[in-house]
């Protein structure tokens, strides 16, 4: 089995029809000679009749095979394309997040979100960034647990970590101040008591009328009512219906978790967030809301925390890629089909 980064090369499958096509559209082109009873007619274009029948059929399947090979040969190389890049941890603060990316001169590289092992996960697709690329980690502290051998990357490798960034859930009790009508209601009661029961029931949701001192999330679902001006929380979660009350979000950013489109964006009152799936409409929405808000909290805190570093280049103490390998031999099988698929075709011509 092949395995490859670049799955997508498959879908270039269907090229298989047109050495199909050809072989179906070719026919014997007939020669037009003069007779000595007809040099006082008129001349006339000879007419040739296409018949649709299989011709040179292992000269067909050779080039099929050959296509083949080619589309999996492209498909297990790996072509290194990407260039300075920026893995952003999701929850970490925004503003904070741009003045790090500006210090470390990363303000023209590209932004992925960080993996929630984002070592690891840099370390096994280090192969798609060119040997030129630079990389910029900014997460949150606690979030990177250190791993037991000091990692040695391809590239330069440079993690920023800070603390004291609000989380979106806690650990054991959240405190949710609940502000919806009655419409809507109850299916914000029904969502929250979902969440109680999911991940083993690792976390409990408190809700309340009005926020207080211990309250880490307020859900709005107003209408377009301004919220009182002692409202307070680390974040909010308006409704679809409720975001004119809250000019901040005009200008929210737009992130994707778990197939969940939110938008957010910071004010005095508290990180807002947005979304067409507040409240959800169905348990997978649910399920899957509660999944990308979880991706957004950090988890409990490792023992060992990856700190501020830089880790230098380290090319020389890397092994080769082992996901290139099968290319080689793709590579061979393909020069054979070639060489096959030229031999056929003299002979046909001869």
């Known amino acids: 089995m092949i395995l490859s980064s670049y799955p997508l090369w498959w879908l270039a499958l269907p090229v298989l029809l047109l050495p199909i096509w050809w072989h179906r559209q070719k026919r014997q082109r007939l020669k037009a000679e003069p007779l000595a009873t007809a040099r006082f007619l008129p001349s006339a274009r000879p007419e040739q009749l296409r018949v649709w029948q299989w011709r040179d059929k292992l000269l067909l399947l050779m080039r099929c095979l050959m296509l083949i090979a080619l589309i999996a040969w492209l ?41 929630q092992d984002g070592l690891a996960w840099l370390r096994q697709h280090e192969r798609d960034w060119r040997s030129d690329a630079k990389l910029l980690i900014v997460a949150r502290a606690n979030q990177l647990a250190m791993p037991a051998r000091l990692p040695q990357f391809s590239h330069p490798v440079e993690l920023r970590t800070t603390a004291g960034q609000s989380t979106a859930v806690a650990a054991s009790e959240s405190h949710v101040a609940l502000a919806a009508q009655e419409t809507s209601r109850q299916a914000w009661r029904s969502l929250f008591a979902a ?43 308006v409704s679809s219906s409720s975001t004119s009350a809250f000019p901040e979000l005009a200008k929210a950013s737009t992130l994707i978790i778990n197939g969940i489109t939110l ?19 169905d348990a997978d929405t649910a399920h899957a809301l509660y999944d990308a808000w979880q991706q957004l909290s950090p988890g409990p805190a490792p023992a060992y925390a990856t700190p501020s570093q830089t880790f230098a280049a380290a090319r020389s103490a890397l092994p080769a890629i082992v996901n290139a390998r099968p290319a080689m031999w793709l590579g061979v099988v393909l020069l054979v089909l070639f060489m096959l698929e030229r031999i056929l075709t003299h002979a046909r011509r001869n």
Do not use: C
């Not at 999701?90 to 932004?111: E, H, L, M, N, S």
């Not at 309340?208 to 909010?236: C, M, Q, R, Y």
């Open 75 to 115: 498909a297990a190389t790996i072509f290194p394309w990407r260039g300075d890049t920026v893995l952003v941890d999701a929850g970490a603060d925004r503003a904070w997040v741009d003045q790090q990316i500006a210090a470390a001169g990363f303000g023209g590289a590209t932004r992925l979100p960080l993996p």
């Open 195 to 237: 969440f109680d029961s999911a991940g083993n029931r690792a976390s409990r949701y408190t809700l309340a009328a009005e926020p207080g001192a211990a309250t880490t999330l307020i859900v709005w679902d107003a209408l377009n009512a301004k919220p009182p001006a002692g409202w307070h929380a680390p974040h909010w979660w």
């Open 263 to 281: 938008k957010y964006a910071d004010s005095p009152r508290g990180r807002l967030w947005t979304s067409d799936a507040f409240p959800p409409s």
